[in-house]
């Protein structure tokens, strides 16, 4: 079994596709995931399950693998009892700060499928709505918020980690998008547009879902007492720099299109 | 039926100490002040210049093993008592000058599970709330036979 510890998933799948599906009951989405370069042991790491579940699963791993060998199987009802799937979330404040600011980008990606009925329905494209979903994304989610991970939080940690390295390629592949959805609008091109959107509200749900559930955990287990202290001072002096004006004037954004979108149903 | 002050009420626990590993050696102590009274202290002294600081209990370095390795190494301290000690206003005071003048990095407040220990970071919070400044605080609630019952980020 240690060998295939020291694997990569994709191998691991690779070789036993079976597991993928055992890691999705578990609720780690490592699966699906583009790189899949992470080794199975920093897997289970990272995701802290409790520790039954963490046993539970890795059994079900080892039959898998080793199908002939016995493997004591216990039973699901006793071990989930009173054992929630996710324990209760408790970040550190600098990390509850990104947190929360997933939840602004959280509503406005929510917003999307809306936005993309409405450029179907009309005959002509509201550019406006569209510019101005743009500029949130670019100055809030990307410049603002993007950079902190990039330029301050990942800092704190070997930023050679696959799992790093996977947030840093999503917000590449998240620019890309944004670049083609401008080209798109300039060009009037509603099928670009609205692909675009899609792509977008695709990675961003799943990336932030990734950093909340699983990377800022991780790195509020490792992050010690006083780099805490420094990340929270770090973040207060970013947010200075956008200042409560810009980032009052992006919730009022998101408020507006939630009264235009969501309201009236 | 009542039964008194839940931190005062005795219980013995001499039966449950098992003789552990024998310990050689000496540990060199992590106090790197003087003093430590939170009505003796300064929150001005260099020692709390952009420190991490410690505020503990009384009893919790009593009661914790391993105070000095896992607490309090790297921060400076003070201590006090919330339940015995007077002119807590002082306290909160204090707690503010550290927070406003000295920069303080981060506080961490160290308390005994007995319910009346709550009032120590009670009066952190009265300290935050009251500063313009906002740091991280982090409490850590110690039981009496030692354990850590739990460390979390407020
Ligand atoms: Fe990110
Ligand atoms: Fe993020």
New binding site residues.
Partial sequence: MEKYLEKSIKEVIKEFPKVSQILDEYNIGCAPCSIGSCMLKDIIAIHSLPIMREIEMMRKIEKVIYPKREVKMPLVNELTQGTSLFQEKKYSPPLKKLVAEHTLIKRYLELISKIIEDINAASRIDKDLILKGIDFIKSYADKF??AK?ERILFKYFDENLDIIKT?LK??ETARGYVKDLFEGLEKEDKIIIIENLNNYNLLLKE??KK?DEILYLWMDRNLSAHQVGRLFAEFSDADKNIGEVETKKYEEFIFSLEERFLKKD | MFEGCPGASMQDFREGIKETRQENGKRQSQLKQWPIQLHLISPLAPYYDEADVLLSADCVAYALGDFHKDYLKGKSIAIGCPKLDDDKEVYVDKIKSWIEDAKINTLTVMIMQVPCCGGLLHLAEQAVKASKRKIPIKAIVVDIQGGILSEEWV
């Fill in positions: 918020h993007h991970e947030m999503d917000h990336h932030i950093e």
